[in-house]
């Protein structure tokens, strides 16, 4: 019989990367045991943990391991760079391994431990056509018809990244809702602002589609990389300097990898009680 955690509740850890924070739950060997309405309060700050994204840990065939990215305004998210980091960490350690498979709605990626303890994941191609972002209409995703000249990037999320001259001026709870429910963004959009500071480093802010401003993001530290070699300001290895810290992106021929810390905080469990009240 499936275990719901009627009886005995439901465990989780959280974990951060680079202060972006996550409720992670393990469903392996028991089916999904996260449902929008649970996202959603469990999302909350007061009322639940709080987290930017949860992310659910499922079986998958031919891989170690799955996961499945909630939003906290309880929808989902087709990437998540650093909650698969973090993930893949606890994953690493079970195991015993410094590298581990996953597969996610973008497809099968790889993540490993480097030297220094912290954690890469090949978060794969950028998508760069119009359609895979995706965007409404056919426009060059290189020169978004919105102001400031945004460069809008698919990392299996969609990214619209602007490059701006301080990133510290902008007012990102104002232009962030804005830009994220523009209607050439059929699905919503993740939004950064990023300044160049050299050719190998960038200080950037992010507003989350179904989440809002968070410390970090490692899917839109991918964009941003990406989106200034495309547009000829940094080469393709770059330091992404975020409010809660430092990614490093990488984007080789086997594609976009994402490098930064990786903690976890605590372990809970959530009550029955909670559990039938939120589902
Ligand atoms: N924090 C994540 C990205 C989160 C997903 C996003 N809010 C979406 O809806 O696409 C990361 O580290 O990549």
């Known amino acids: 019989m499936t275990d719901t955690g009627a009886k005995t509740g439901l465990p989780f850890m ?20 996260v449902t929008a309405g649970l996202a959603r309060a469990l999302g909350d700050r007061n009322r639940g943990v709080g987290f930017d994204q949860l992310a659910e840990i499922t079986d998958a065939e031919g891989a ?39 597969v996610t709605a973008r497809g099968a ?31 060059d995703p290189l020169h978004l018809p919105l102001p400031g000249d945004p460069v809008g990037v698919g990392m299996g999320n969609p990214h619209c990244v602007h490059f701006v001259p301080d990133a510290e001026a902008v007012d990102l709870a104002t232009l962030g809702p804005r830009i994220e429910h523009d209607p050439l963004f059929p699905r919503r959009t993740n939004v950064e602002f990023a300044a160049l500071i050299s050719p190998c480093r960038i200080r950037m802010r ?52 994402l490098t930064g810390p990786v903690a976890r905080v605590f372990d809970g469990v959530l009550s029955p009680e909670y559990l039938a009240a939120s589902r």
Do not use: Y
């Open 14 to 33: 959280k974990m951060h990367g680079a202060g972006n924070d996550f409720v992670v739950i393990d469903s392996r060997g028991r089916g999904a045991q």
């Open 206 to 257: 992010v507003w989350e589609r179904g989440t809002g401003i968070t410390l970090a993001c490692g899917s839109g530290a991918c964009a941003v990389a990406v989106a200034a070699h495309l547009r000829g300001l940094t080469g393709p290895r770059v330091v992404l300097q975020a409010d809660g810290g430092e990614l490093e992106v990488d984007w080789r021929d086997d594609g976009v990898w």
């Open 64 to 102: 170690d391991f799955g996961l499945v990215f909630w939003n906290s305004d309880g929808s989902q998210a087709g990437a998540c760079g650093n909650a698969t980091r973090c993930v893949s960490d606890h994953v690493m350690r079970g195991l015993g391994a410094d590298a581990v498979s996953l």
């Open 109 to 139: 990626l790889r993540a490993e431990r480097a030297a220094d303890g912290r954690v890469w994941v090949n978060m794969g191609a950028p998508q760069l056509d119009w359609g895979s972002i995706p965007l409404a209409r056919e426009v």
